[in-house]
């Protein structure tokens, strides 16, 4: 399965990353930003693994998860590839979020402004895709007790299970273009 090999590649790439550039980083490092975008908290370089074993453990999460649907599928395994898909956006997300904190770090900068808008703008790309993907594989889920809207009218039926995922899906789907395009004309 093409998704899940894909998966298993960018649940490792954040950690293969961070690797790769910890000899290179300095010794402190920005590790949070305010709203203004002006780092308000330094850290030690070794905190660039924070997000690599998060990216793991919720990997490990996700794969549970595609079992456990695979299980619960009648017919096929829609919910699982469904999981490995979304999942394989949400490691891509990490990995995109890795990177700009690297370059941070290498650049020094104490201002998210300073920082050239490729950044910006491969965050706001990178977000709006993983809702437009999401958008376009919802309502290929079947009814199941992990993925998809989940409320008490979509559990009721089929029927009200797909016209819930529809609307979510539309809506994931534009609130993924409006994202996508302001990342582009940042």
């Given at each position: 399965?093409?998704?899940?090999?894909?998966?298993?590649?960018?649940?490792?790439?954040?950690?293969?990353i961070?690797?790769?550039?910890?000899?290179?980083?300095?010794?402190?490092?920005?590790?949070?930003?305010?709203?203004?975008?002006?780092?308000?908290?330094?850290?030690?370089?070794?905190?660039?693994?924070?997000?690599?074993?998060?990216?793991i453990?919720?990997?490990?999460?996700?794969?549970?998860?595609?079992?456990?649907?695979?299980?619960?599928?009648?017919?096929?395994?829609?919910?699982?590839?469904?999981?490995?898909?979304?999942?394989?956006?949400?490691?891509?997300?990490?990995?995109?979020?890795?990177?700009?904190?690297?370059?941070?770090?290498?650049?020094?900068?104490?201002?998210?402004?300073?920082?050239?808008?490729?950044?910006?703008?491969?965050?706001?790309?990178?977000?709006?895709?993983?809702?437009?993907?999401?958008?376009?594989?919802?309502?290929?889920?079947?009814?199941?007790?992990?993925?998809?809207?989940?409320?008490?009218y979509?559990?009721?039926?089929?029927?009200?299970?797909?016209?819930?995922?529809?609307?979510?899906?539309?809506v994931?789907?534009?609130v993924?273009?409006?994202?996508?395009?302001?990342?582009?004309?940042?």
């Open positions: 399965m093409k998704a899940k090999r894909l998966f298993y590649i960018l649940m490792c790439l954040p950690t293969v961070a690797i790769a550039a910890y000899s290179y980083l300095p010794e402190q490092i920005p590790a949070h930003f305010n709203v203004q975008g002006v780092v308000d908290r330094w850290s030690s370089r070794a905190e660039i693994f924070i997000l690599p074993v998060v990216a453990v919720l990997g490990i999460a996700m794969i549970l998860i595609a079992r456990h649907l695979r299980k619960q599928e009648r017919f096929g395994n829609n919910n699982e590839k469904i999981t490995y898909i979304i999942g394989s956006c949400a490691m891509l997300m990490f990995t995109v979020i890795l990177c700009s904190m690297i370059y941070t770090s290498f650049k020094v900068t104490s201002s998210v402004s300073n920082m050239p808008g490729i950044v910006h703008k491969a965050l706001f790309i990178a977000i709006g895709v993983l809702f437009i993907v999401m958008g376009n594989v919802l309502p290929k889920s079947k009814k199941n007790s992990w993925l998809g809207i989940r409320t008490k979509s559990m009721e039926s089929e029927e009200n299970w797909r016209k819930s995922q529809r609307v979510g899906a539309i994931m789907f534009v993924g273009v409006v994202i996508t395009v302001y990342g582009l004309l940042s």
